[in-house]
């Protein structure tokens, strides 16, 4: 099937700085990726679509500027969290599609994990 | 989107099958409905999805009652590996943008 990866699987940061998450589609072309955050437990919430070559679209509620999103070609996502502040601390879990439009199946990646001190 | 409602959590004994019910009465007619479950610290994995007719996969079987409002996974013989968040996921292909939103799904616990 197919692979999603994502890099890094964890990570800690300071409060203040900037943490980039990587999303890549290891074996086919995505032109569209998901990004999704998920609270211990509780269900993944969907923040924002990728688009290749153009700008995310965002979820309600969720901030552009906090939550920079880059799809800059058809394999890598990226999720810049801007200024992290401890309650950014959360799972962050991006996936891709992969299939014909009418039974569009999302492939996720493993998850990073976001510790923000 | 449509709504749905899954238990919390459910409870089966290994090597025993396990039929994980949702509900999701304002589905509309052209609604596929996925099903993902999320094993713990992972992400979600797709596990078997259909539009009217009973589906099968090598992962689990799929029922979907005959007016749709409600569907029926079904996992022929648990294991300890399929202790998991499950997800029932209506989601329609002719909307422009494909996002899945994810409800609270079933927790499944899997006894030895």
């Known amino acids: 099937g197919a692979v999603v990866s994502q890099h890094p699987s964890w990570v800690i940061c300071k409060s203040g700085t900037s943490v980039k998450i990587e999303c890549r589609s290891l074996d086919f072309q995505a032109t569209t990726m998901f990004w999704y955050r998920q609270f211990p437990k509780q269900s993944l919430m969907l923040m924002a679509t990728?688009?290749?070559?153009?700008?995310?679209?965002?979820e309600q509620g969720v901030e552009k500027d906090k939550f920079l999103i880059n799809h800059a070609s058809l394999t890598l996502s990226t999720l810049t969290v801007t200024s992290a502040h401890p309650e950014d601390s959360s799972f962050y879990i991006c996936?891709?599609?992969?299939?014909?439009?009418?039974?569009?199946?999302?492939?996720f990646g493993p998850g990073t994990r976001l510790l923000v001190l | 989107d449509a709504k749905t409602t899954q238990p919390n959590s459910m409870e089966s004994n290994e090597e025993e099958p396990v039929h994980l019910p949702c509900n999701h009465s304002?589905?509309?007619?052209?609604?596929?409905i996925h099903w993902y479950r999320q094993l713990p610290s992972q992400g979600p994995e797709y596990v078997i999805h259909g539009l009217t007719s009973n589906v099968n996969n090598r992962m689990a079987s799929l029922a979907i009652a005959e007016d749709r409002k409600s569907s029926t996974l079904i996992l022929h013989r648990a294991t300890l590996r399929d202790a998991a968040v499950y997800y029932c996921?209506?989601?329609?292909?002719?909307?422009?943008?494909?996002?899945?939103?994810f409800g609270t799904g079933t927790s499944l616990t899997v006894i030895p």
């Open positions: 990728s688009n290749e070559g153009s700008k995310a679209t965002y």
């Open positions: 304002t589905i509309s007619g052209t609604d596929y």
């Open positions: 996921i209506p989601r329609c292909p002719l909307k422009s943008r494909n996002q899945f939103y």
């Open positions: 996936s891709a599609t992969l299939g014909g439009a009418s039974q569009e199946t999302q492939y």
